[in-house]
């Protein structure tokens, strides 16, 4: 008696966890030997619900951190492929705008009858019309004052001319600095091929070129191309200018006003032609 009142609680928590496990057993297989667990049988299948939800509620959270873990990573992968793709491609588009650069230039080319030199632009002036600009060649490679810039252009037929980008204003030893058609000092005169009438263009302030024929009465229409006419001492004949883009209505009659498209882009200009003209 002693025994058992010594070591009482110990043998009750014993027999407790023995009763338990033989429980669970027999809750497993429902019944055993026919006999219903009834009560215990339910209470220790409740506790086996319990275990088993929480034990999938835990495989489940960590399958989903796996998933998440795996699922960023393979995110980064495709995120660093669309950066490696668009510079390939960006590089590729670059090849392709050169190569058809090169190919209308040397189209061009077939049709110069001038010594000429091929400059690089490499500073802009302080202008958001691109109408003054210096190129990397200079008195050394023959470039001087009046010589004439031009620049490779094809038209929306798919002719490649001549296209009359400006003038040299000034020159240092390497580079020299030109100023465009787009300028208000720079005037031209200038012949519609469509009418064969003359007269003059300027450029302006903000960029847009405009011109006016000597013939009051000519008649000019919306696309007619444009060329240098050759009259006065800079700009040689045939270099084609750009298209008429809008005739104006003035009050002045004596006078027929036009709005002009020049043929260059001048946004993209960053390779021109310096044609060294003898005017002598």
């Given at each position: 008696?002693?025994?058992?009142?010594?070591?009482?609680?110990?043998?009750?928590?014993?027999?407790?966890?023995?009763?338990?496990?033989?429980?669970?057993?027999l809750?497993?297989?429902?019944?055993?030997?026919?006999?219903?667990?009834?009560?215990?049988?339910?209470?220790?299948?409740?506790?086996?619900?319990?275990?088993?939800n929480?034990?999938?509620?835990?495989t489940?959270?960590?399958?989903?951190?796996?998933?998440?873990?795996?699922?960023?990573?393979?995110?980064?992968?495709?995120?660093?492929?669309?950066?490696?793709l668009?510079?390939?491609?960006?590089?590729l588009?670059?090849?392709?705008?050169?190569?058809?650069?090169?190919?209308?230039?040397?189209?061009?080319?077939?049709n110069?009858?001038?010594?000429?030199?091929?400059?690089?632009?490499?500073?802009?002036d302080?202008?958001?019309?691109?109408?003054?600009?210096?190129i990397?060649?200079?008195?050394?490679?023959?470039?001087?004052?009046?010589?004439?810039?031009?620049?490779?252009?094809?038209?929306?037929?798919?002719?490649?001319?001549?296209?009359?980008?400006?003038?040299?204003?000034?020159?240092?030893?390497?580079?020299?600095?030109?100023?465009?058609?787009?300028?208000?000092?720079?005037?031209?005169?200038?012949?519609?091929?469509?009418?064969?009438?003359?007269?003059?263009?300027?450029?302006?302030?903000?960029?847009?070129?405009?011109?006016?024929?000597?013939?009051?009465?000519?008649?000019?229409?919306?696309?007619?191309?444009?060329?240098?006419?050759?009259?006065?001492?800079?700009?040689?004949?045939?270099?084609?200018?750009?298209?008429?883009?809008?005739?104006?209505?003035?009050?002045?009659?004596?006078?027929?006003?036009?709005?002009?498209?020049?043929?260059?882009?001048?946004?993209?200009?960053?390779?021109?032609?310096?044609?060294?003209?003898?005017?002598?």
């Amino acid at each position: 008696m002693e025994f058992i009142k010594k070591y009482f609680k110990r043998i009750l928590f014993y027999l407790t966890i023995f009763i338990l496990i033989v429980l669970i057993g027999l809750s497993s297989i429902g019944r055993v030997g026919g006999t219903n667990l009834g009560f215990f049988g339910g209470m220790v299948a409740g506790l086996q619900k319990v275990v088993f939800n929480t034990g999938q509620t835990v495989t489940n959270s960590f399958y989903s951190i796996q998933d998440i873990v795996r699922m960023r990573e393979e995110n980064n992968l495709l995120t660093d492929t669309v950066h490696e793709l668009k510079e390939q491609v960006r590089i590729l588009e670059n090849i392709v705008n050169k190569s058809q650069a090169l190919e209308t230039e040397y189209e061009m080319k077939k049709n110069l009858d001038f010594n000429h030199v091929v400059g690089q632009v490499i500073a802009l002036d302080d202008s958001n019309w691109f109408s003054r600009f210096t190129i990397d060649k200079g008195e050394k490679d023959g470039v001087k004052k009046n010589d004439i810039v031009i620049s490779a252009v094809e038209t929306s037929k798919g002719v490649v001319q001549i296209g009359l980008v400006g003038v040299i204003t000034e020159s240092s030893s390497t580079w020299a600095k030109a100023v465009t058609i787009l300028d208000e000092n720079c005037k031209i005169s200038f012949r519609d091929i469509n009418n064969d009438e003359s007269g003059i263009m300027q450029g302006s302030i903000d960029g847009t070129v405009t011109g006016y024929f000597f013939n009051s009465k000519a008649e000019a229409a919306v696309g007619d191309s444009l060329v240098t006419s050759g009259i006065g001492e800079i700009y040689i004949s045939d270099l084609y200018i750009g298209d008429v883009k809008e005739v104006v209505a003035t009050t002045d009659a004596s006078t027929r006003r036009i709005v002009i498209e020049p043929s260059v882009d001048f946004t993209k200009l960053n390779r021109v032609y310096v044609l060294k003209v003898d005017r002598e």
